[in-house]
């Protein structure tokens, strides 16, 4: 299992889930930065290694998998990171229903995995540790929304085995700060999207079908409930908190989000409004199967803490991401139009 030889010359950063969304926009940022950017890529013959290869040449790939210690060992050894962003996760809420066992297996154990594969390597005082945590562990109950949105304070009460795993994995990533001193940060990030969102995610679903009705190609789309509320940011600006996390002088846990919140129907107005298109109900169809046995009703976070010590802001409002997501997946798909 030989990876990739380190150089002593940079900053160097190990980044799980470098196939992902987030993982995408990380690499670039930190690549911008200088840094020496090594991926964690899973698989016998992973599906999306050759887009990343193309799209991201930089990117020093390392064979591993959250489930198997001895390949985290192995990848920890050979980037000697200064930096981990864990990124890598069952990451669909609806995904995680259906198969919660390997939800909690990666999720969940993946982090404590990483965790000790650092502290067994005996970097424990030299890395950094980012853990992407997320809103869904509030759980979105009304009883349990401060009405100026959730904060790092905020109880959690998450509500599909994606959210309580999240939960295991928040609480080990903070008692290894806790415990042995570590240098570890978690983000609780809101719903962040843009061009790299997967397909499986209702903002990309609805704007890359959008784009697809306006090219001729589909007629229609088949959602689930569509008033379930969201705080919607752009992924760009959310690396960037992450990476602003790891440089702050101490550990700690930051909510990055909007401080608005607006449903799938809003969404969906401006998302047809870009292609011109003033009325999306004729082209909406229900489908049982996109809902969830339990849901989350509405997420709103005050991102003021990140704000404030990190002087983290967002660039991106919600009309210019539908936009923006739009714009994109019509010119994408007209090239293979
Ligand atoms: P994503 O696009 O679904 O990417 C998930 C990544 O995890 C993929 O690269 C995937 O690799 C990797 N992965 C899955 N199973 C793995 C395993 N067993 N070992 C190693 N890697 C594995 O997710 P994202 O939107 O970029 O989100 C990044 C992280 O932030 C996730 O942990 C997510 O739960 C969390 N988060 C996301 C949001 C959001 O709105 N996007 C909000 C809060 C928190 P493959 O390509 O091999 O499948
Ligand atoms: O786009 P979604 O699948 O995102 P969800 O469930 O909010 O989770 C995302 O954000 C979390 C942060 O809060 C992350 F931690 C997580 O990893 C992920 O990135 O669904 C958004 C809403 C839900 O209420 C869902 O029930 O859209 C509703 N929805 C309605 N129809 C649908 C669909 N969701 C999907 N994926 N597909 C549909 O057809």
Do not use: C
Not at 5 to 18: C, K, S
Not at 77 to 93: D, F, K, R, W
């Amino acid at each position: 299992m030989r990876g990739p030889e380190v150089t002593d010359t940079a900053r160097r950063a190990l980044v799980t889930g470098v196939t992902g969304q987030d993982g995408g926009h990380l690499a670039e940022l930190l690549h911008s930065k200088g840094y020496e950017v090594f991926g964690l890529i899973r698989g016998q013959r992973n599906a999306r290694r050759e887009a990343l290869e193309r799209e991201f040449p930089f990117v020093r790939l390392i064979e591993a998998d959250l489930t198997d210690q001895t390949s985290l060992i192995h990848a920890v050894a050979t980037s000697q990171p200064h930096e981990i962003y864990n990124l890598g996760a069952i990451s669909h809420v609806g995904y995680s229903f259906r198969n919660p066992q390997l939800t909690a297996d990666i999720t969940a154990k993946g982090v404590l995995n990483l965790l000790e594969a650092v502290r067994v390597s005996g970097l424990s005082d030299s890395t950094r540790f980012y853990q992407a945590s997320t809103s869904e562990m509030f759980g979105g109950l009304d009883y349990n929304r401060p009405g100026a949105g959730y904060n790092e304070n905020s109880l959690f009460h998450p509500r599909s085995p994606y959210g309580v795993a999240k939960l295991y994995a928040h609480w080990i990533a903070r008692n290894y700060r806790e415990s042995y001193g570590m240098f570890v940060s978690t983000g609780i990030l809101f719903n962040h999207e843009g061009e790299r969102r997967g397909l499986e995610f209702v903002t990309r679903k609805i704007t890359n079908a959008v784009a697809a009705i306006h090219l001729g190609l589909q007629d229609h789309l088949a959602l689930g409930d569509l008033w379930p509320k969201r705080d919607w940011g752009y992924a760009g600006d959310y690396v960037r908190g992450m990476w602003q996390m790891l440089q702050h002088h101490e550990p700690d846990d930051f909510v990055l989000a909007t401080g608005e919140t607006h449903s799938i129907e809003e969404f969906l107005t401006l998302a047809f409004a870009a292609i011109g298109e003033t009325d999306w109900k004729p082209y909406v169809r229900q489908d049982p199967q996109f809902r969830r046995p339990a849901e989350v009703d509405i997420l709103l976070g005050d991102p003021s803490k990140a704000e404030r010590v990190l002087g983290w802001e967002r660039t991106v409002d919600f009309p210019g991401l539908v936009s923006l997501m739009v714009q994109h997946d019509i010119q994408v798909l007209s090239r293979h139009a």
